[in-house]
């Protein structure tokens, strides 16, 4: 398929931000490149393999267990890469390079949608035209207004990251609440697009069962296409780099294999299994989890990041 390259290749002079300024964000070239394969290599946790685009480094909202507090070493204010030439001439190598459906998430480094909505309404077209591959905008955005009227041919996938409105409140409060998340998750729904939920980190605050219960009860009448479930999970650099709210580490009191802190394994099958009575009937996997975790709840190895 063609791929329209911008004659400028620049994304920068294009670039209309959301909710930051310019002098908090950072402009430069990507050297290395925009697409690769991600593949968990530490042991101890089962995570498949998914695609990747490195567009941009960082987010706005700062979430206090954020793991990009420890991958950047505390500098987690966006960096926007601006040579969009080059990565839609990866793209385009991409969308040729397999027969078998894939899936490019947007939303590892960076937020798809919270620093701005360009990118999206460059790409969403362009596998629009397209039968095979799937994009997937990860969010904790609620600015989806630029991106409903776009020709998407459902090969866009929009997954809104949630939590509980008392744990937002404590360790997102940079973010849009997730009621506004998911009246923006029905906007995409309404407007065609698969939505896919992703209730993550799941933390065992006091009064848990109350506060989750009211999210699932939200998220099943949404009747996303999948839900993907995931519980607090730190690297010890996170913990040294950690700019919010450190109470949240409390939780993390048990060490894994793949050198995270997490809740014990006995509170963490204890929220899955919760969670997983009050969505019954959707479509559920888990996140970077243990495989005894995996073994005792018998969830299919399919998450969102995964076709």
């Not at 966006?78 to 939303?107: D, F, Q």
């Not at 923006?184 to 065992?204: F, N, Q, S």
Request: with cysteine.
């Amino acid at each position: 398929m063609d791929v329209p390259v911008p004659q400028g290749g620049g994304l920068a002079s294009q670039l209309t931000l959301q909710g930051i300024s310019r002098q908090t964000a950072c402009f430069r070239r990507r050297k290395s490149p925009f697409i690769r394969l991600f593949r968990e290599k530490r042991p101890g946790v089962l995570c498949p393999s998914f695609w990747l685009l490195a567009w941009a480094n960082g987010c706005p909202y700062h979430c206090a267990y954020c793991f990009l507090q420890g991958t950047f070493k505390g500098k987690t204010d966006p960096v926007i890469y601006t040579n969009l030439r080059k990565l839609l001439w990866e793209l385009k190598r991409w969308l040729k390079a397999s027969l078998k459906p894939r899936m490019l998430n947007t939303g590892e480094l960076s937020d798809s949608l919270a620093i701005t909505d360009e990118l999206a309404k460059t790409l969403i077209p362009i596998f629009g035209r397209q039968s095979l591959h799937k994009l997937l905008l990860l969010t904790k955005s609620n600015m989806v207004e630029g991106i409903l009227d776009l020709p998407h041919n459902g090969q866009t996938v929009v997954s809104f990251s949630l939590n509980a409105e008392e744990v937002a409140k404590l360790y997102e409060p940079d973010a849009p609440p997730p009621r506004e998340r998911l009246r923006a998750a029905w906007k995409c729904l309404e407007a065609g697009y698969p939505v896919r939920i992703r209730i993550d980190p799941l933390i065992p605050v006091e009064g848990w069962e109350d506060v989750y219960a009211e999210l699932a009860e939200q998220v099943a009448q949404l009747n996303p296409e999948r839900v993907t479930l995931g519980s607090l999970r730190v690297f010890p650099a996170v913990k040294a780099f950690s700019r919010r709210n450190p109470s949240v580490f409390k939780y993390a009191t048990e060490r894994t294999l793949d050198g995270r802190y997490r809740p014990p394994e006995k509170i963490r099958i204890k929220m899955y299994r919760f969670m997983v009575s009050r969505l019954k009937g959707l479509e559920i996997g888990l996140c970077k989890e243990t495989p005894t975790v995996h073994a005792v709840l018998r969830l299919p190895l399919k998450c969102n990041c995964t076709p």
